[in-house]
Nanobody, 128 residues
Framework: QVQLVQSGGGSAQAGGSLRLSCTAS????????MGWFRQIQGKEREGVAV???????TYANSVKGRFTISQDVDKHTVYLEMNDLKTEDTAMYYC??????????????????????WGQGSQVTVSS
């Protein structure tokens, strides 16, 4: 009965900002990791920003310096602040949670099959 509920996203102009939130419930174990992936139609789901067990972030090169991942551990909530948005950021964004080693492995591909739990997705559309 694990659930990841996302909120936020929407539409923005190039150069604007948006924020995503994701709250996890039903996780019965203490050691888990959370992060964000995105998927463009016709392409593989790819990593955007992921926390390791010590909350150290890993960012995709395409978003480094523009996006920031943060987490409220007590509230089981992870956030993604997206600044200086580009049209290339347009995608469906998915919250991910589960075993930390699986989130790390998902950076190499096959993310949909590797990650334990996914949020419902949030559309982000950036126009020029």
């Amino acid at each position: 009965q694990v659930q990841l509920v996302q909120s936020g996203g929407g539409s923005a102009q190039a150069g604007g900002s948006l924020r995503l939130s994701c709250t996890a419930s039903g996780l019965a174990y203490r050691r888990y990791c959370m992060g964000w992936f995105r998927q463009i139609q016709g392409k593989e789901r790819e990593g955007v920003a992921v926390h390791d067990i010590d909350l150290r972030p890993t960012y995709a090169n395409s978003v480094k310096g523009r996006f920031t991942i943060s987490q409220d551990v007590d509230k089981h909530t992870v956030y993604l602040e997206m600044n200086d948005l580009k049209t290339e950021d347009t995608a469906m964004y998915y919250c991910a949670a589960g075993s930390c080693w699986k989130l790390a492995e998902a950076w190499g591909g096959r993310a949909e099959e590797t990650v334990d739990y996914w949020g419902q997705g949030s559309q982000v559309t950036v126009s020029s």
